[in-house]
């Protein structure tokens, strides 16, 4: 065997090690979004539409908060090749001081903003009244989940990845049961009681979509508290001494945090807005349009994972070769996780391609949705391509805690071509040349996007990859 392909074959290998139990963690909390939705859905349309709502927002916020701190995870990956443990434990301390704050942040905007927003939306009386108790009962959760968030990414960035798969079972574990107690109260319990309820029981009000917030924010707190303590007990924490003493916040450490971190919410937060603001310029295309477009972009969420997974993995391990001094490893760590995730994005189009019609017949039976559905899971097959090179190359550039640059890349390419670019596409298309493409073109949009932001961020790596050598001879 090749000694290079020997070498890619072994860093694939700790690569992969590092991935799966992220990819683990996104289903976990992909599933706990699952429950609230099918378990909210049996009450009827007002909770179902409360919930749907009252996720567009709180989603976005909370997936900012998770980019932030993420910039604790190649801050702690250099730290650890470099043998300076005790700045690991400042700067993690530092990370949870931030997570907290950002967490009561995130809930005082969920207390105060739903409202306005909703009127600003016209979403209707019954179910944007439902939606602004279910946000505002949620966001008792969200420092929980800060707490959770931090501590995930000083455990990744040791490269102890597997205790954010265990953790997302444990919410997973906590919120099912919560919502049934919470969303059904006492009465739907009954059913599943052998015999008579217990009088605490018995006496559970039925809280609907309140419930189902209240349930997740227990989830949050289930999970932020659980990762505590592993974190507190296992063995494999031993060397950094984590909670011996706790670090008071200090102004300039927290300032490094945020300095990588927030550029990296901002990128995120622009990501998911992209494709809530195309689900909001659909929605006047009809209702078999709009229809099409959940189902379709619903299916390619979970293929998603996985590159998205492999870019997570990626920062700590380069991140790991740049604290031990070693740019060299670095840079081919980088590339041969941007081959990694060419191979992944070649098996998700096969599964699309095999598997698309099938499983877009269990979300309808429909045969207008179903035709226009398959029609963008094929552009969506085009997109496997440029989507895995943008998030492998991303995950790269955070190991190099190169963050400014991967957001100003993606405000460009997101908004400024697949946004911007799909709603020409959609509206007017391109003059005399080609007539405007409805939803298409704004899936079209999305292709472009992923494509610019995969070339600029190839530049980038390839630049800031040999400067990091060429400095360190």
């Not at 990744?156 to 109260?185: E, K, S």
Request: charged share 10%.
């Amino acid at each position: 065997m090749p000694p290079i392909l020997h070498r890619s074959l072994g860093e694939t290998r700790r690569l992969a090690l590092l991935a799966l139990p992220i990819l683990g963690a996104q289903f976990t909390q992909a599933g706990m979004g699952v429950a609230d939705v099918m378990m909210t859905g049996r009450l009827g349309a007002t909770d179902l539409a409360a919930v749907s709502v009252g996720s567009s927002l709180w989603m976005p916020l909370m997936l900012f908060m998770t980019g932030t701190l993420m910039g604790l995870t190649p801050v702690v990956g250099q730290l650890l090749g470099s043998g300076r443990m005790r700045a690991i434990r400042e700067r993690t301390h530092q990370g949870v001081w931030l997570a907290l704050g950002l967490g009561v942040l995130v809930a005082l905007a969920l207390w105060i903003l739903p409202a306005p927003l909703f009127r600003l939306m016209d979403v209707p009386g019954a179910a944007a009244d439902l939606g602004v108790d279910y946000l505002r009962a949620l966001g008792l959760g969200m420092p929980g989940m800060g707490l959770f968030l931090a501590l995930r990414a000083f455990s990744d960035g040791l490269g102890h990845t597997r205790p954010a798969l265990w953790i997302g079972l444990v919410g997973l574990g906590l919120n099912v049961p919560a919502n049934y107690l919470l969303i059904y109260g006492g009465p739907g319990l009954e059913a599943l009681w052998p015999g008579p309820l217990p009088a605490p029981l018995a006496g559970l009000p039925a809280l609907g979509a309140t419930g189902c917030g209240l349930a997740t924010a227990l989830a949050f707190w289930g999970m932020g508290l659980a990762m505590l303590l592993y974190t507190r007990r296992c063995r494999v924490y031993d060397t950094i001494a984590l909670w011996t003493r706790l670090t008071p916040p200090r102004p300039a450490l927290l300032g490094e945090l945020l300095y990588v971190g927030v550029p990296i919410g901002v990128a995120i937060f622009v990501e998911v807005t992209l494709f809530t603001l195309i689900a909001l310029l659909v929605a006047n295309l009809g209702e078999v349009t709009v229809a099409a477009h959940q189902v379709a972009l619903n299916l390619t969420s979970f293929v998603f994972m996985l590159p998205l997974s492999l870019g997570m993995a990626l920062t700590v391990r380069v991140s790991h070769a740049l604290g031990t001094e070693q740019p060299g490893t670095a840079r081919f760590v980088a590339w041969n996780g941007v081959l990694v995730s060419l191979l992944a994005a070649a098996c998700n189009a096969l599964v699309l391609t095999m598997w698309a019609a099938p499983v877009i017949g269990l979300y309808t039976h429909d045969p207008q949705v179903q035709q226009l559905a398959v029609s963008l899971i094929t552009l969506a097959i085009l997109f496997q391509i440029s989507d895995a090179l943008q998030l492998s190359m991303a995950g790269a550039l955070r190991g190099y805690k190169d963050t400014r640059v991967l957001m100003g890349i993606t405000l460009l390419a997101y908004w400024g071509v697949g946004l911007v670019g799909g709603h020409r596409l959609a509206t007017r298309g391109l003059g005399s040349l080609l007539p405007p493409l409805g939803v298409h073109g704004y899936w079209l949009g999305l292709i472009c996007g992923l494509t610019v932001a995969a070339l600029l961020l190839g530049v980038r790596l390839q630049r800031l990859s040999h400067r990091w050598q060429d400095a360190r001879g």
